[in-house]
């Protein structure tokens, strides 16, 4: 069960420990677009509360960082524009150094992605993605 999120502190770089992304990184093909409204929801972020809270989210300069609460690695970048009335994704990075992460699979991080922004960020109900569902 999701615990509503605290909206009277935005997550910032400096609320926990991070790591920046590292050079071995591969880009994703991955699109999502907000309305202003959910754009304000990316900016809050997302503050780990407990142990059991896995997730460490941040906005920044138009980069959306997400890092694992526990050890700071960043494990993707998503960097969103305005466009029209609406604010679209217009780049992303995964971390690819299986010292810090070790998936590899492109699709399986594009649904995981959409997951996480959807389920913490936004509050929808997404279901959890399957790796047997996904498609190369």
Excluded at 45 to 64: A, V
Excluded at 73 to 97: G, H, M, Q, S
Excluded at 122 to 128: D, R, W
Aim: hydrophobic fraction near 40%; charge should be negative; proline fraction near 4%.
């Amino acid at each position: 069960m999701r615990r509503p999120r605290d909206r009277s502190k935005a997550a910032q770089r400096n609320s926990r420990k991070t790591q920046e992304m590292p050079a071995l990184k591969v880009q994703l093909q991955f699109e999502m677009e907000f309305s202003p409204a959910e754009y304000e929801q990316l900016a809050l972020g997302l503050l780990p509360r407990d142990m059991d809270d896995r997730w460490f989210i941040f906005l920044e300069d138009n980069w959306l960082s997400i890092h694992r609460s526990w050890t700071g690695f960043c494990i993707y970048l998503c960097r969103i524009e305005p466009d029209a009335a609406k604010y679209k994704v217009v780049e992303t990075w995964v971390n690819r150094n299986s010292e810090q992460y070790n998936a590899s699979d492109d699709s399986w991080d594009c649904a995981l992605l959409f997951w996480l922004i959807n389920t913490f960020l936004l509050g929808k109900e997404v279901s959890f993605p399957s790796r047997e569902n996904l498609t190369a």
